[in-house]
């Protein structure tokens, strides 16, 4: 029998020690020489960290974005033994229907904000009201202020059993949709394999692939041509995954005692994952609140833990499917027959003109439309 618990408010508080040692480690930062033309990075992404260190140090307001964060209601819940951090906004309307929004890294629930009052309340945003939601926003295991669970072996397939039981067992709800982004995209589509009772459909910008065996003649040219393309994309941009899943601790150890390191860590996607044309909507206080949240928790070790756990194969995921496929700079678009291998069910594959991999941020009316078109004839209620 798993252990639950009711969830209980929460207000993030970080405490005046925490911040003044923060201000004293930026002060004490070393610069480093400009980046090497040609040797892989960008001299403009790191121009652009050099000048949100800069701000980090002489400009930024905290006190000001933990209001802005504790304007939402937020709670913690005890859910199989662990303590989950969620934001939790009930909808105006007559039949809100509860949708888990779930973000992955190097992100946090900041990225969703935005996206709030549109989905809560549709029709003080120009939008039919009967396309209203309960919106439910967890921190991952290990992120941010849900508990680190460096004690447990954890999955994207154990990390969406324990969101379900939040929203089913804690929050009480008999049915519930799902959006994800990066690994909250994998959730759901884990979600969307384990097909719980309260599920009724999925989206997601992080789809699932199949291992495919290119001599296999099934296979057809465009998705031998995906496979190669994701290949070349580990290879050429994949650096960063390959160190968290082979040297987390080591990597864990520079960042979390340099709050300089951390934010060029987190930052540096950021601003290689957004499109260019977006991009602007990535602004300084979104980019240092999301990584003082990481700083104040000391969550980057145990948020990069799901990339060195061994993967878990996937099976097919059998509930209605829809997937986003943003305009992320060099990522290769999955054609459908691929998605077809592993979502038994694929009602749609939306492909979004503007917006990176931070479509909440990026283009968040667009995400938003997806989320009403695609997920909200599933609230199983004839209005």
Known sequence: MSSTGGAVPFTVDVSADVLTDLSYRLDKTRSVHPAVLDGGENPWVASRIDECLAYWRTGFDWDAQQARLNAFPQFRAIVDGVGVHFVHVRGVGAHPLPLLLTNGWPS??????????????P??????????FDVVMPALPGYGFTDHCRDRNLTRLTTAALFDQLMTDVLGYDRYVVHGDDIGGGVASRLGMMKPDGLRAIQTANWITPDLDLRDPSVSEAESDYAKAEGEWDERHGAYAHVQRTRPHTLAVGLNDSPAGLAAWLIEKFLTWSDPATRHTLTDDLLLTN?????????IESSVRLYALPPVAPSKVVVPSYVVVANEPSLPHPPRSLLERLYDDLRGVDRVEQGGHFLAVEAPDALVGLIRRNLSPHRGINL
């Open 291 to 299: 990584a003082t949240l990481y700083w104040v928790t000391q969550t």
């Open 108 to 121: 946090s629930f900041v990225e969703y904000l935005g996206l709030i009052g549109p989905l809560t309340d």
């Open 123 to 132: 029709a003080r945003h120009g939008a039919d009201p009967r396309d209203c």
